[in-house]
Nanobody, 124 residues
Framework: QVQLVESGGGLVQAGGSLRLSCAASGRTFSTYTMGWFRQAPGKGREFVAAETWSGRTTRYTDSVKGRFTISRDDAKKMVYLQMNSLEPGDTAVYYC?????????????????WGQGTQVTVSS
């Protein structure tokens, strides 16, 4: 089992920044992909960003490209999401995800473990 714990959410004004962190623990794999999803009120969970173990490729959903940056620290088993130029539309619960696949990452079914989520609220 892998446990994921997110932190760093909060309330911020539009145009502001937040940095989310996710710590992985337990029986982690030697090669793994980590990423972020989000779920806005009344909507399904959507892919935000991921960084694969294979070639360290990063992927982003179109709406956050140029504003969000994903990074990871393997020694600490951490993944981060730096969110700049936040918009009210970014308001959601953000979930950390962990898995061993490196393709079709926008699909929830291709991830193996999930965190409990951290709330991000962007006011206008």
């Amino acid at each position: 089992q892998v446990q994921l714990v997110e932190s760093g959410g909060g309330l911020v004004q539009a145009g502001g920044s937040l940095r989310l962190s996710c710590a992985a623990s337990g029986r982690t794999f030697s090669t793994y992909t980590m990423g972020w999803f989000r779920q806005a009120p009344g909507k399904g969970r959507e892919f935000v960003a991921a960084e694969t173990w294979s070639g360290r490729t990063t992927r982003y959903t179109d709406s956050v490209k140029g504003r969000f940056t994903i990074s990871r620290d393997d020694a600490k088993k951490m993944v981060y999401l730096q969110m700049n130029s936040l918009e009210p539309g970014d308001t959601a619960v953000y979930y950390c995800a962990y898995g061993i696949r490196n393709s079709n990452l926008e699909y929830e079914a291709n991830w193996d473990y999930w965190g409990q989520g951290t709330q991000v609220t962007v006011s206008s």
